[in-house]
């Protein structure tokens, strides 16, 4: 079986699948209409994010068996088209599971503690010790909406903080011995923090938005490591403005590149922090608001355990 790779990945992937018979062969510069040319050639193809996966281009792959994606996530391939073409799809959310979990747990724990506004305020020559003042995790209460690979490894770096872990999901029965699944409405009245784990699905685009927002009983604090699409990001900034949110923590935003790979476009006229929504500038000047740029699950570990189990899943389907 011959299998093409679009990105770089840590090396044993490809090792790997040499030692274990398949052919390797790396395109990581050539447009899509150049990979889409030479995609009939190949029976697996390996993918992170550089573009996607269309019916066009699934049409033009006659001898696909597979589509290995090193990530979480599968929103950048058509899905339900592939599965019609019978084309097997491989995604690898256990390998970057962990990574997430403590992504979040340092987040919240940043946003609590006011880390952010203190560290700027010293590098300024500010020591403002009563307005540095934080929070504790004990006792709180943490909502978790989607409770799979990665809400799960969420929920098992709070045991030990002394707290209430709730989730939500669309699947019954998820909950186990370190959070107990309730109803939105249970989880909305009683969450001082929520944490999104959901995938991008027509379900979860736009999904925090004003009117659920309001429909929380608490001002609570938001932690997104899942998708940016799932939050208007206007109607987030009126939550932070008005209170009801307490504070943010933002590994993606809505404004993100289908890739995921970039976000900035700069202008002949602007940056390309300018040239983004008001909204976004908002976000880059609140001390109650963190950034990272989807790095949540994008640790030196998670790139070899992300790589290693995309070969598992090949070789468990195909030898």
Known sequence: ???????????????????????????????????????????GLIIRSRFTIDKQFLDAAINLKFIGRVGAGLENIDRDYAQQKDVYLISAPEGNRNAVGEHTLGMLLSLFNKFKKADNEVRSGQWLREDNRGEELDGKTVGIIGYGNMG?????????????????????????????????????????????????????INMINTEFINQFKKSFWFIN?????????????????????????????????????????????SSGVESLPQAFQYLINANN???????????V????????TIVNKIQAKFL
């Open 152 to 204: 799960k490894a969420f929920a098992k770096k709070l045991k030990g903080f002394n707290v209430e872990v709730l989730c939500y999901d669309i699947k019954a029965n998820v909950g186990d011995d370190n959070c107990k699944q309730v109803t939105l409405k249970t989880l909305q009245d009683r969450a001082n923090v929520l944490s999104l784990h959901t995938p991008e699905t027509p379900l979860t």
């Open 1 to 43: 079986m011959k299998i093409l790779h679009l990105d770089t990945n840590h090396p044993l992937l490809i090792n790997q699948l040499d030692n274990l018979g398949f052919t390797n062969h790396k395109d990581y510069t050539s447009s899509k209409e150049e990979v889409e040319s030479k995609i009939h050639e190949y029976d």
């Open 289 to 299: 608001v963190l950034l990272t740029p989807h790095v949540a699950g994008w640790t």
């Open 225 to 269: 490591t899942a998708r940016g699409r799932s939050v208007v990001t206007k109607d987030l900034v009126m939550a932070l403005q008005s209170g009801k949110i307490l504070g943010a923590g933002l590994d993606v935003l809505e404004y993100e590149k289908a890739s995921f790979e970039d976000m900035f476009k700069s202008t002949a006229s």
């Open 301 to 308: 570990e998670s790139k070899e355990k992300l790589a290693q």
